[in-house]
C-alpha cells in the first residue's frame, strides 16, 4: 500500500528536491507553499506523515504541527529548518513534533528517518508498550526523584545523600557544597540515561548534532573572512 507525505515548504528548491528524493520509493510527496495549504489539505489527503518548514507562510511549522498532534488523526510530523534560520527546541517538543532535519540535508538519511517513522507509526503496539514509550516531558522531577534521601543501589556503587547544613541561617553559616565523587557522579548519570526512553535521546540527538554543524560552519566562515581581510 502506497504512503503519502504531506510537505509543506514556501520554497520551491526545497519542494522539488524531496519530490525527487521520493520518486524512487513507494512514498507519495504532495507539497504545498504554506502552512495554511497544508491545513486545508488535510482531510482529504490523509497523509501517513508530515513535512513542515519551521519558518513558512502562516501557520508556521511548529503551529502545524501542534494542530496535527491535537487532531482526531495525529500522524508523525517531522520539522524542516534552514541552517541559518532560528529553531527553537522548546517549541519542538511543546508542540509534539518527533524531530527535525536541518536543510540542506542528505537525501539517504531524510528516506530513512521518514521510513522509520512510518514502521513506527504502522506498527501494532504490543501490551504495556504505550507506557514504556511515554516521554520523560519533565526531566526535573526525574532529577528530583535522584536527588532524593535514599537513592537506588545500582548493584555497583552506595551513592548515599548529600549533606547539607540543616539551618544555614541559624548557624550563622552557609550551607555545606554538595560532595559528590566520580563514582557518585558516574552512578547518577547512568541512571539518567537509563530512565531516557530512546526517543528522548533520539530528539537530544536530533537538537544537539544540527547546533554542532551550525556552529561549525559559522566559524569556518569567520575563518574564511579573516583570510581575506589579512594581507597576503
Known amino acids: 500500500m502506497r504512503r503519502t507525505i504531506l510537505l509543506a515548504d514556501d520554497s520551491v528548491t526545497i519542494r522539488k ?5 521520493f520518486s524512487d520509493t513507494d512514498i507519495r510527496v504532495c507539497s504545498v507553499a504554506s502552512g495554511q495549504e497544508a491545513l486545508d489539505r488535510l482531510s482529504d489527503l490523509r497523509p501517513d506523515l508530515v513535512l513542515a518548514d519551521v519558518v513558512m507562510p502562516g501557520p508556521s511549522g511548529y503551529e502545524l504541527c501542534r494542530a496535527i498532534k491535537t487532531s482526531d488523526r495525529p500522524v508523525p510530523v517531522l520539522l524542516l529548518a534552514g541552517t541559518f534560520e532560528p529553531f527553537d527546541a522548546g517549541q519542538a517538543r511543546e508542540c509534539g513534533s518527533d524531530g527535525h532535519v536541518t536543510k540542506p540535508f542528505d537525501s539517504h538519511q531524510l528516506v530513512l528517518r521518514v521510513e522509520q517513522l512510518l514502521a513506527h507509526r504502522e ?30 543501589w545500582d ?20 550551607a555545606a557544597s554538595p560532595t559528590l565523587s566520580p563514582a557518585d557522579l558516574d552512578a547518577i548519570a547512568r541512571l539518567v540515561v ?27 566562515i569567520r575563518e574564511l573572512e579573516r583570510d581575506e581581510r589579512e594581507p597576503s
Open 17 to 21: 528536491i524531496v519530490e525527487l528524493t
Open 123 to 152: 506498527q501494532p503496539a504490543a501490551p504495556g508498550e504505550l507506557a514504556a514509550q511515554a516521554p520523560v516531558d519533565d526531566l526535573e522531577a526525574m532529577f528530583d526523584d535522584l536527588a532524593a534521601p535514599a537513592l537506588p
Open 155 to 174: 548493584g555497583e556503587h552506595d551513592i548515599r545523600p548529600i549533606s547539607l547544613a540543616a539551618d544555614p541561617i541559624a548557624e550563622g553559616g552557609t
Open 194 to 220: 537509563e530512565r531516557l526512553s530512546e526517543r528522548v535521546l533520539r530528539e537530544i540527538a536530533w537538537d544537539v548534532v544540527p547546533d554542532l554543524a551550525e556552529i561549525i560552519v559559522r566559524e569556518r
